[in-house]
């Protein structure tokens, strides 16, 4: 093969080659991932009516625990679910109306502030919106 | 195979003049002499801007220009989307690698004295450039919404607002109201992916064609049979293709193994942070403003600092004009020397800034 | 000449200044003058709370304020009361309803019953005027409301209020407790919680001891009381066997492990049978419990191991550029069962102890599972990079190739 040649094919192949180990990235970030859409900071915790009267849901808040609670008269209420005690995940109980800390029984009520047990503030509230079918919690601006 | 491209060739030809602009493009030359390696700086100032728009209209697919959502978009481009750390991270890391690549070609020409006419609209375009690439760094920076952008943008703007009669006006107007806010980001987005790249297509459309037009410079006193001219295609345009392959794989490094972070995301009622300093390439006149003193006569230090880079930038711009003696074609050391102490002042404060950050 | 001069200056002095104060200044006016120990009570009683009030220094001491002559007698003049007495002086207001609602409706009125039932009340009875009686604890003539943070009753000001002769060797020489109460206290994680955190809900003395009524709790009540702030703990134990058996060997329960006064944050080396242990106090290595315990030991740092690891990826993962935040998010709740455990172990359960560490063990799974895939990542970029770097560098060879012979000219 002329030196030419090799030289031509070589730049070529390379040339290629390095072409392919971009556009290959390219092309995979361009193509819609798993998950389709970012977590936003206002984020969409239910749909209206999933939740019954004096039940909750544990959701996802950027990147802390949240719960959604429906009141027993139907209010909607969220809270970020870190207690501040010693940041355990809160739950909430029907039977007493208020959310509980499994670690130490610290209690809150609906507002967030402390009934009982060790924790030394109040729960963080978050606002509740209704959008046409979805419950929005975002934090409180 | 080989008849097909000659049809597609005729084809193109006679429509778009091809072979006159390819006769033309045989023509360019390139000079060779000692100082000609600071030649490969335009190429690649020119070379990184194209990676910027690629990586920007990939990231435009992805990004969400608002407060609630644009932290969060940012961290799912990193996490979710397949090789988007890759492309947020090359954004990042040649947005900074790119104006310092200006910085270079702009000293270059300044001491190769290339600004003397007839290459004087082409310094003046040049340095609008220069504003409209910082200009890109700014609003780009605060997009990701993170704290230290978030303060840095606070910073920035407050110095436009201490203007005399414009200030308050003029800062009302970048940031969409009084105070940073999700106002800012969506102006600020306008700007980067709008305003900006259009008068950047402008006057870099004219600074190129002049380049072309013009040719390169030689430096003063380089006679022109003792230099060599060497042609643009293929020779010359090789070798910048070996300098971008270099920066390439500079750039595929540092984002593999210094991935540009995520943050904190802003609070808009948080106090600030300790240490905020703007990107590196303001710091020169941050540091600045920081160091003047309070007071000089009857004039605040602040404002006479800033009074004092619009004059130094007016003069650095009219430059071509003043600098009499090059536009003769004979050596002026005096603007060397001037340009030697702007460099130095520029290196020294960025130093300061990282070295003594408590001053 | 001059006498008279003088004691028409006198009389002007006193024709002038007397009728322009009011009742309270009587005393105040004089003492003010003086020095020492006489002036001392005059100033302070400026910023008491019975002076906010309207009342005065004949409140208390009695005598008629108007009199300017000292020496003249005065039958309603107590003079300074004596310590025996001082209850009984403070309570003839603070424990007449009808009297403090026209203050402040709030304000018990019990406390004077309560100080009898105390140690330090029952002692002054038997004529021990060495005990605490309400000025000790109040203060004298700047009294400050207990909401005041400069009131020696504030909680953080407790520990030294009490500490002033709980903490004084010569002074308690005669009885048979401790003196280092204060000093034990200061070092616990409740004083941390009050002294350092300013946090107002730590216990302090009068919290577990009570405040009139003070006394030790008894030893079958300390659970009760440290119940207050820590149910949880305290449910957990009382269900468990320990409470009965404590109680029948008299051992004070929360105090046995956790101590009183020191009561120091707890480290899960007080568990099992190692150095530090709280179980070996009591328990044979040949008896159940002793198992029980190393058990549950062993696999409570079995969990906190497997956490670490996952964490430990996820911190390998984060340096090297991967976003993890999901999965820390995740791990949150691995940090929850950990906090969960190490509360069951007051119910001495190996079953529900079990039960939780098995829940916690998936979750931590998962985690682990997410940073396996996240430094798998990390791999594949570095790998991903020295795939193109070998494409570019063969790119650039060629280009150099090239380069040398466009400009060599080499011969076909």
Known sequence: MKRRTFINLFLGGSLVGTIGSFLYPVIRYLLPPKQSEAGVASVSAAKSGELAPNTSKIFKFGSTPGILINTQEGELRAFVAICTHLTCTVVYEGDSESLLCPCHNGRFDLSGNVISGPPPAPLEALEVKIVGEDIIVSRIS | MKNLFQKLFAYFDSRLMLSTIGELAKKKTIPEHKHSFWYYFGGICLFLFIIQVITGILLLLYYKPTMDSAYESIQFIMSQVKFGWLIRSVHSWTANILIGAIFIHMFSAFFMKAYRPPRDLTWITGFFLLLLFMFFGFSGYLLPWNELSFFATRVGTDIAGTLPLIGKALKSFILGGPDVSGATITRFFWLHIAILPFFTLLFLGLHILLVQILGMSKPIGFPKAKVKEVPFFPNFILKDALGWMLILTLVGILCVFFPWELGKKADIFATTPLGIKPEWYFTFMFTTLKLVPAHFLFIEGELLAIFGFLIGGLIWLLVPYLDRKAAMEQKSPGFSLLGLIVLLYIIIMTALTYFHPNL | ?412
């Open chain 3, 1 to 412: 000449m001059k006498k008279s001069i003088s004691g028409l200056v006198i009389f002007l002095f006193f024709i002038l200044f007397v009728p322009f104060h009011t009742l309270a200044d009587g005393c105040i006016k004089c003492h003010k003058e003086l020095e020492n120990a006489l002036k001392a009570p005059a100033e302070a009683f400026q910023m008491d709370v019975h002076q906010k009030y309207g009342l005065s220094c004949t409140s208390c001491h009695g005598g008629n304020p108007e009199q300017e002559d000292i020496d003249a007698k005065d039958d309603s003049f107590k003079g300074v009361p004596l310590r025996k007495d001082i209850p009984e002086l403070c309570g003839s207001c603070h424990s007449d309803s009808l009297y403090m609602r026209k203050f402040n409706p709030n304000l018990r009125v019990d406390q004077m019953e309560l100080y009898w039932t105390s140690q330090h009340g029952q002692l002054l009875k038997t004529g021990d005027i060495k005990v605490a009686v309400c000025t000790d604890c109040h203060g004298i003539h700047g009294i400050l409301e207990s909401s005041h943070p400069r009131s020696w009753i504030f909680p953080w000001n407790i520990p030294s209020t009490c500490g002033h002769c709980h903490s004084n060797k010569e002074y308690m020489k005669d009885y048979s407790i401790s003196v280092y109460q204060a000093e034990d206290y200061k070092q616990s994680v409740h004083a941390h919680a009050l002294l350092e955190k300013k946090d107002l809900s730590a216990p302090v003395c009068n919290d577990c001891h009570g405040n009139h009524g003070a006394a030790p709790p008894e030893v079958t009540s300390i659970g009760y009381v440290c119940r207050q702030c820590h149910p949880s703990a305290s449910e957990l134990f009382s269900e468990s066997p320990h409470k009965e058996a404590f109680d029948e060997l008299e051992i004070s329960e929360c105090e046995a492990c956790h101590g009183n006064h020191k009561i120091l944050p707890p480290s899960d080396e007080m568990l099992g049978t190692g150095e530090g242990a709280v179980c070996i106090e009591c328990h044979d290595p040949e008896s159940t419990a002793y198992k029980i315990a190393t058990t549950i030991k062993d696999e409570l740092d079995d969990f906190k191991s497997k956490m670490l690891n996952a964490e430990n990826k996820l911190q390998r993962a984060d340096k090297q550029g991967v976003e993890i935040s999901e999965a820390r998010f995740r791990l949150q709740e691995a940090h929850t069962t950990l906090i969960q455990v190490r509360n069951l172990t007051h119910s001495f359960s190996l079953d529900k102890i079990e039960e939780k560490i098995k829940e916690g063990t998936n979750v931590i799974a998962e985690v682990s599972e997410a940073g396996d895939s996240a430094l798998k990542e990390a791999k594949f970029r570095k790998r991903g990079l020295i795939v193109a770097t070998f494409f570019i560098f063969l790119l650039a060879i060629a280009l150099l190739f090239k380069i040398k012979q466009i400009e060599k000219k080499i011969p076909q």
